[in-house]
């Protein structure tokens, strides 16, 4: 599972580090010229469209994990909805580094996991 999961990983970000380090230089002497910072604003726009509809999809996923049936809190984890809050209350409130944070949700649902 670990060597699969190392494969899938090194081949996700590889063609994107590739595109950012073939690219990243021709994208730097077009910086004051409109016509090439016009189409890649359109395109930052579409990609944080792209991100928020991600976090959506997850968050509706994660906080329903068997679908909305029987009413929108009928399968509702109040668990990880908890655990979302504390997440984000420590990353912006107390600014806690993403990585610890990662760790310590990490540690708390696989306690949760034994427990059920």
């Given amino acids: 599972g670990l060597a699969a999961a190392a494969v899938v990983t090194w081949f996700t970000f590889l063609p994107s580090f590739v595109f950012i380090f073939a690219g990243g230089p021709f994208i730097e002497t077009t910086h004051n010229d409109l016509h090439f910072t016009a189409p890649l604003t359109a395109i930052t726009?579409?990609?944080?469209?792209?991100?928020?509809?991600?976090a959506?999809?997850?968050?509706?996923?994660?906080?329903?994990?068997?679908?909305?049936?029987?009413?929108?809190?009928?399968?509702?984890?109040?668990?990880?909805?908890?655990?979302?809050?504390?997440?984000a209350v420590a990353l912006f409130r107390f600014k806690v580094g993403v990585i610890p944070v990662i760790g310590a949700c990490a540690v708390l649902g696989g306690l949760l996991s034994l427990l059920r």
């Fill in 45 to 54: 726009a579409a990609v944080v469209g792209v991100i928020l509809n991600l």
């Fill in 56 to 87: 959506l999809f997850f968050c509706a996923h994660v906080l329903w994990p068997h679908g909305i049936t029987g009413g929108v809190l009928a399968g509702f984890d109040g668990f990880a909805a908890l655990l979302a809050a504390g997440a």
